[in-house]
């Protein structure tokens, strides 16, 4: 669209710029005066060639190798323009004089040229312009308006001409378009809304006039090989368009498919599937809003007649069947149904058992496990694995030391199995040695002041006069330091020992002294061993 001072060379007689019919042919019209700020093109119709433009005015054009340049930014003054084409058979060339006088040229707004559909409307032109006078006419001749944007509807190919004037320019500016119209008919059928279930199809056929136009149908369909029909299986409501194109015509065709639809995704997960003996299954689809399927109904069935755990009319259902079960879902809504099904297989339970399960043992002892299982069983694994000879084998030894509850699991058929052993450890019997392990000779010390009264202690000492004892919390007098060991029996043997160092200390205090009465002395003690001076 050319908009404001725009201005194509032609002239009030119509065949001003017929082009000549001879190979090598420029003319370029009448010289031309203009207005300031007028804009227009030269050449608006050329032949092909190379061309060349120059001369005085050549700085106000848009291109100088361009077949038709835009002419502006011309001030007041006389300008030259000098055109050459050369074709591979000739050459040409013509002058132009154009005159640029005072005055502000029209502003205006004109539709470039195109094709139409038969029978459409068109505007020509654009917004008006402060001080602008239009005057519309066609060839063919028939048509006439002085607004700023007239629309016609041409029923044949037809030139709108346009004079435009202004109170500041004395000189009118000229310009056309071509607007060509098109015989172009199409038609649909169906081409009133379709009710259709989701799922099934439907047939679009189309017409168009002439014949043989290729047609371009909107995606989702499948498209015949003669592009004339097409099948639509829409899983949801749609809109489907045809269109048809010549030249700047286009024609487009719609139908629309209200599809009265179950959910979009009724598949029944996880669909055909193996579970575990004893395990739970849930059969289930996506939600989907309820609002919009309002009295939707479910049905399952099952063979054999195995229990379900949830009512046979929800839309998810879980099972927890024993043997292989057919599961089937009918669902409705209005005159939609769909079917769906899954096979469940049942995988029978496999045996692990670890013997013994249970067994108390003393600490640093330990105790042999021997597996029993059923053949198939693999992946073998020990828990928690301290203690546990070997993580992954069927016979462990295992030497815990807290009292620890092992699991051992395997896998049958991609079923779970496990079994536990407890190992108890069993505590020796209390030993409490004294909390003062330094003594002064002549002292008598306790060895032990926490026992079982049912357990067996003996007591020996590196101290030649200590011998032996089976007191459990014997006192003796050290006159030597020495080391003391216990052994205790509560059906666990526990060994321990404790050194009590005996120490001989004497005390040194200053001599006797005199002071007179007022004075003051210093009195020190001293003892043969590391401590405290009084």
Partial sequence: MKILSTFSLILLTVNAYTQSNVACDLNLGPNVVVCNNAVFTLNPHPVPGDYQWSGSGSSGLSCTDCPSPEVSGLTSGVYTIIATVTTPDCSAGDTLIITVINGEAPQYTISPDRDICLGDSVHLGGPPAAGTFHNWFSVPMGFSSFDSNPSDIPMTATTYYLSVSSSTCPIPMLDSVKITPIALDLQLTPSDTVKICRGRSRTLQATVTPTGQALAWSAGLQVAPNGTSAVAMPTESTLYTVTANIGGCTRTRQVYFAVDSLPADLKIRPGDTTICQGDTLRLWSPDFDSTHFSGISFKWTRTPQTALL?????????????????????????????????????TPAAQLTAAPDSVSICPGDSVKIKLTFTPGVTNLAWTPPTGVSCAACDSVVLRPTTTTTYAVSGKFQNCPVRDTVVVNLRPLAPLHFPDKRIICLGDTVRLNDMFDPAAKYTWTSTHPGFGTDTLPDPRFKPTQTATYFVTTNNGCIGFDSVRIEVLTAALTASNDTTICKNQSVVLTATTSIPGTNF
């Fill in 310 to 346: 949830t009512p046979d009319s929800l839309q998810n259902l879980l099972v927890q069947p024993n043997v292989l079960t057919i599961y089937r879902r009918v669902t409705r809504f209005g005159v939609c149904g769909d079917t769906a099904s899954v096979v469940v297989q049942v």
